[in-house]
């Protein structure tokens, strides 16, 4: 037996095919729209997540601090004008650094803890001296919170002794090879020789002049802060839920702890903002394809009363003609969002060929995400659905008596 | 003989119900037709002969009076179940074909018989060819309306009207724009359909020499049937 397609499809089916250019117009607006919406969604999607990951692949994700010092007034006395001089901040350690160092580790959400000891220092080789600050970390726990690893270019990343890991600008700025010698002078009196045992490149200039990695003691030894850290960094398993883990902590231990989310508030509301402009942007093509769906569909019922008449003299119900151009506008907005996605890809493949990061590999992959695509078919077809609404109840509706003698 | 195809008492059709330009277009009519018989229904421009026809093929409702159709009192049913009933019992043949044009010839025989039961099968494409070359159409089968004559198309129209053996045809004026020749035809198809069938016809004419033909003409006259008689001699075709 062949299959038949039954009453409703196959009318709608003819309707369409007969209405040769409006179906084509229809399915062109269609087209277009569902591939501006997934070209864009995947594209903002896309360079979005860089940006993040941009952002996070040189910082930590949570940052725990000691307080401020702060000066107060000994005596509450009312009445009395003062001024409150702010306090210039030392370098303090993190108070017991290793417990909140392990009510950390354990708190939900937090997948490694490291500690660093960070502080200002001068880079001098010959004649020429640099600005640096000098970061004391345990190599292999600083890996889990910088993926330092990758950044390498030349060595490993590595601290033992007084082997030290600089980066790519520094190393220039100071004509420092693999195994070279440094010295690092501090403000304090106290300077030390280090030799160079690996070399980074952060894709950071700022970064790749100022980060010397040492080892704990010796940074500990160096800032005069023997046993203490001055921070500890957090790597947390979602990015988004950095905040909400700053807070627990901050309720937890009393000290300043600040997620990368609140030391990069400008970019999140960039990247905010850029959601809301694209939303809306979305919401407008849906609008505007519904309309021309709509406007198209009432021609066609303008158009097909005779046959709408014919129809419900041969025994066709009213809801019957209704699923005729419901089904015609359903069909539209899946045919569409299928070519929608095509186009859309084209479109990335084409984008991206032609933009590219400044190190030439492309700014996004030419991908598609099977669930935007799952995404815009479900919406197109729900949209051709909701836009014939109004043109099907009007065929509807039609008397078939006028619409036959029309 | 059992009950009438057709059973009208006292038929009243008003428009413009409370408006200023309120018309009743029929007054009161009584009409029986049986099952197998053949009748005209004649009468000039305006008598109501198309308001009487779209009121007894259900496309209309009267504003007083009883209607039977098929036995069935057409007041106590609801919107749905008249489409049915329509859908079912009743074939219609229009003055312009008025096929489906983006249907080929066999589709719109078969539309009804779509319409009622949801979907083609195959016994209804057995049927739609049986009745198309009845017609003798079979091999302009799977051509499109607009590839047939008006003949022809008229034709197709009758096919469609068959299709699921209705108990009541009703042609509007069927051969109104054909030429003598060919309204004969078509005429001629009519006429053994309802000796074949058994079904009853109602046909509205305005041309007298195939009024004369049929075994009754009901002649309407501003909204009243002026007559209602057989005619004198049956003319076999």
């Known amino acids: ?406 | 003989m059992n009950s009438p195809v057709i059973d009208l008492a006292g038929i009243v059709k008003t428009y413009g119900i409370g408006s200023p330009v309120e018309t009743e277009v029929l007054h009161g009519i009584d009409l029986r037709l049986a099952e197998g018989e053949f009748a005209a229904l004649i009468g000039p421009s305006g008598s109501g002969k198309s308001t009487l026809l779209n009121l007894i093929g259900l496309l209309e409702r009267p504003t007083g009076g009883r209607l039977s159709i098929g036995g069935r009192d057409t007041a106590t049913l609801n919107e749905a179940e008249i489409t049915q009933l329509r859908g079912r019992s009743i074939g219609f043949v229009f003055q312009f074909h008025h096929l489906l044009p983006a249907f080929s010839a066999m589709e719109n025989v078969m539309m009804p018989g779509i319409i009622a039961r949801g979907a083609a099968d195959d016994e209804l494409e057995a049927t739609a060819l049986q009745l198309l070359d009845a017609v003798g159409l079979k091999a302009h089968a799977y051509k499109k309306p607009s590839e047939l004559s008006g003949g022809q198309q008229q034709r197709v129209a009758i096919a469609r009207a068959l299709a699921l053996k209705p108990r009541l045809i009703l042609a509007d004026e069927p051969t109104g724009n054909l030429d003598t020749h060919t309204a004969d035809d078509i005429f001629a198809l009519l006429r053994e359909f309802n000796r074949q069938t058994n079904c009853a016809c109602l046909i509205v004419t305005h041309d007298p020499r195939l009024a004369a033909r049929c075994d009754r003409i009901v002649r309407l006259v501003d909204g009243r049937i002026a007559d209602d008689l057989p005619t004198e001699k049956e003319t076999n075709p």
């Open chain 1, 1 to 406: 037996m062949k299959f038949r397609l039954p009453f409703a499809p196959l009318v709608a089916l003819r309707f369409l095919r007969e209405g040769r250019m409006q179906t084509l117009l229809i399915l062109a607006g269609t087209t277009g729209g569902v591939a501006v919406i997934v070209f864009l969604t995947q594209l903002i999607t896309q360079l979005q997540a860089q940006i993040v990951d941009r952002v996070l692949g040189s910082q930590a994700h949570v940052v725990i601090r000691p307080l401020e010092e702060a000066n107060r007034r000994a005596i509450d006395d009312q009445g009395f004008a003062t001024v409150i001089e702010p306090r210039a901040q030392r370098l303090r350690s993190v108070d017991q650094w290793e417990n909140v160092a392990r009510l950390a580790a354990g708190m939900e959400g937090v997948t490694a803890v490291s500690p660093v000891v960070t502080g200002p220092a001068f880079a001098v080789r010959g004649q020429a001296n640099k600005s640096v600050a000098l970061m004391g970390v345990d190599a292999e726990r600083y890996r889990r919170i910088v993926r330092m690893e990758e950044y390498m270019v030349a060595g490993r990343f590595a601290v033992d002794g007084t082997r030290a890991v600089i980066g790519t600008e520094l190393a220039k700025d100071l004509g420092i090879r693999l195994e070279d010698k440094l010295r690092v002078a501090l403000p304090n009196g106290r300077d030390e020789l280090l030799q160079v045992g690996g070399i980074f490149d952060i894709g950071n200039k700022d970064l790749n002049r100022r980060w010397i990695f040492v080892t704990l003691p010796l940074a500990q030894s160096l800032l005069d802060l023997p046993g203490g850290v001055s921070n500890l960094d957090l790597t947390v398993a979602d990015i988004f839920e950095a905040q909400p883990v700053a807070d627990r902590l901050r309720g937890a231990t009393g000290l300043t702890v600040e997620s990368w989310m609140q030391t990069n508030a400008q970019l999140l509301a960039a990247l905010r903002n850029q959601s809301v402009s694209n939303n809306l942007i979305r919401s407008f093509v849906i609008i505007i394809v519904a309309l021309g769906i709509s406007s198209v569909l009432v021609v066609s019922v303008v158009q097909k009363q005779k046959e709408i008449g014919i129809l419900r003299a041969m025994g066709a119900s009213r809801s019957m003609i209704l699923q005729v151009f419901l089904i015609q506008g359903a069909l539209v907005g899946a045919v569409g969002s299928v070519l929608g996605s095509l186009l859309a890809f084209a479109l990335l493949n084409a984008f991206s060929a032609i933009y590219r990061n400044a190190d030439g590999t492309p700014l996004f992959a030419a991908e598609l995400e099977p669930r935007f695509i799952l995404m815009a078919a479900l919406v197109a077809t729900g949209v051709g659905l909701a836009s014939a609404l109004i043109p099907a109840r009007r065929a509807a509706r039609m008397d078939p008596v006028q619409a036959i003698r029309s």
